[in-house]
């Protein structure tokens, strides 16, 4: 415990005779304890900034348990302890693999440009730029791609293939992206102490692209290597399966909304910043506007989506309403820290245009993704970051990124087209590294026959063959026995939407 600060009269008059004064006795007395005081302010702003970046870590992992009952309700019953059983693996090994490569390779300083090298299994850890804190951060982060990317192969992915992918993606493929774009320095990062790219970096707050565009590209080339389920499409090209739960699916999205609020206001990593001394208006007003922004952006997306499919099937469809949900906040993670209100707004109606049409399109390429990840979050990530680089504030913009004045921001609020020109290569580079990664691998595992289990297998379920039995009793629309209480989804028969 801290010694207690004490300054009395009597202190002082120790210095003093009759006739004379110790005057440089007085002052360094009090300087000392003007000094101590100082001292803990600076524990005390330590302390609140570590407790508000534990706190958003904390929130940004239960976005695991999200992400497990999110799978759990899109995949057919017969699949369910599978699908939850890889989410805690990814949280698992992705825990072991970034501590031992994943955070030295994302932010282990000094380094160049393209992947870090210092602090491998957080070796002189911790330093004057990071805390324990910090770690656990950024491997909640990590963990959340390889959530993203298991959803895109789930129902027909062997375990093995989940544990080599997952260690991969959280252990190397991930880090090096972060490293690029939100390192000190990487080359493309608008935190970078050197040179900017187009004088700006990029700005990708929370990680559109860094986290959500390298979980959906990962999912992407998985899904299509491995080909569509067995049963996912009539002759006629139609979607036919479905998940067995949407209350599964409800649950995981309120899960992972509340999490949001780790993910983007909490890449602040600080509260405790004043942008002007005395004022009511510091950093803890810019996280306070983006849970604002991040919260309009998913409320947009959902009602867009809710009319959009009303429109396109007749139908009011919660599971739709919620990956639309879901899709506003993948695009507003890019720029929630510095756009407007109105413009977070903007963001999460084209994000559920981008959604629905991702989807169109997966469907008339016959590709099988059961939580829709590559297209919600290689769609939306995608457009998110072109989103930030044509709203982004000049005033935000230097608010959050201080230090390099004159600094490019939106194209439509009057900044040029210098940081459209960074978000895009951004785009290009996340999807050519994560295709050239994880292409590969999954590549290597198909002719391994790692990666897809047996027809039999996936006819059968794989908690039942991989897993020792169902997670409950349920039977989905494709099974052909009928043994136990069987369950199953009225579907609507009308060919005609109904009135409201």
């Known amino acids: 415990m801290a010694t207690s600060l004490s300054c009395s009269a009597d202190q002082l008059a120790s210095f003093f005779g009759p006739n004379a004064t110790d005057a440089t006795s007085a002052a360094s ?65 992705g825990g072991l693999f970034y501590y031992l490569f994943g955070f030295a390779f994302a932010f282990g300083t000094p380094s160049n440009g393209f992947i870090g090298r210092h602090n491998f299994a957080l070796k002189s850890f911790p330093t004057s730029n990071f805390d324990y804190s910090y770690f656990l951060y950024q491997w909640a982060f990590a963990i959340a791609a390889a959530g993203i990317t298991s959803g895109s192969i789930a129902e027909r992915t062997q375990f093995v293939a989940y544990l080599i992918y997952s260690s991969f993606l959280t252990g190397f493929v991930y880090p090096v992206v972060s490293h690029w774009f939100w390192s000190v320095d990487g080359w493309a990062s608008a935190s970078n102490t050197g040179d ?84 009511h208006y510091g950093q803890w007003s810019a996280i306070g506007r983006t849970a604002v922004t991040t919260t309009l952006a998913g409320c947009t997306a959902a009602l867009t989506t809710l009319f959009g499919k009303r429109i396109l099937s007749g139908h009011w469809n ?138 039999e297998d996936e006819m059968a379920g794989m908690d039942l063959t991989r897993h020792g039995g169902f997670a409950y009793v349920y039977h989905d629309d494709d099974d052909v026995q009928s043994n136990g209480i069987q369950l199953r989804k009225i579907e609507p028969t009308a060919t005609t939407p109904s009135s409201v």
């Open 29 to 93: 007395l009090i300087c000392s304890q003007l000094e101590a005081i100082n001292n803990k302010f600076s524990d005390t702003a330590y302390a609140v900034d570590s407790t508000y970046l534990l706190f958003s870590a904390y929130l940004v992992f239960s976005m695991q348990l999200g992400f497990a009952m999110l799978c759990a309700g899109s995949v057919r019953a017969k699949n369910t302890m599978n699908i939850m059983l890889t989410n805690v693996l990814d949280a698992a090994a």
């Open 196 to 279: 900017l790219l187009f004088g700006s970096g990029v700005i990708d707050f929370a990680g559109s692209g860094v986290v959500h565009m390298v979980g959906g590209i990962a999912g992407l080339w998985g899904a299509y290597i491995e080909g569509p389920r067995i049963g996912r499409f009539d002759r006629s090209g139609q979607s036919v399966l479905r998940g067995h739960s949407a209350s599964l699916v409800v649950l995981g999205t309120f899960m992972l909304w509340f999490g949001w609020y780790g993910f983007n206001p909490g890449s602040f990593t600080k509260i405790l910043s004043a942008y002007n001394t005395g004022s």
């Open 318 to 455: 919660v599971t739709d309403v919620c990956n639309g949900l879901l899709g506003g906040f993948a695009a507003i993670t890019a720029g929630c820290s510095v756009v407007e209100p109105w413009a977070a707004i903007v963001c999460g109606f084209v994000a559920a245009v981008v959604l629905i049409a991702c989807n169109k399109l997966a469907e008339k390429a016959k590709y099988d993704d059961p939580l829709e990840a590559a297209q919600l979050h290689g769609g939306c990530g995608a457009w998110g970051v072109i989103f930030t680089s044509l709203f982004a504030k000049e005033k935000f913009v230097n608010e959050v990124y201080p230090g390099k004045p004159g600094r490019p921001y939106g194209l439509f609020m009057g900044g040029g087209g210098k940081l459209l020109a960074a978000h895009v290569i951004q785009i290009l580079v996340v999807a050519g590294w994560v295709s050239a990664t994880m292409g590969p691998l999954f590549f290597v595992l198909h002719k391994l026959k790692l990666l897809r289990i047996s027809p």
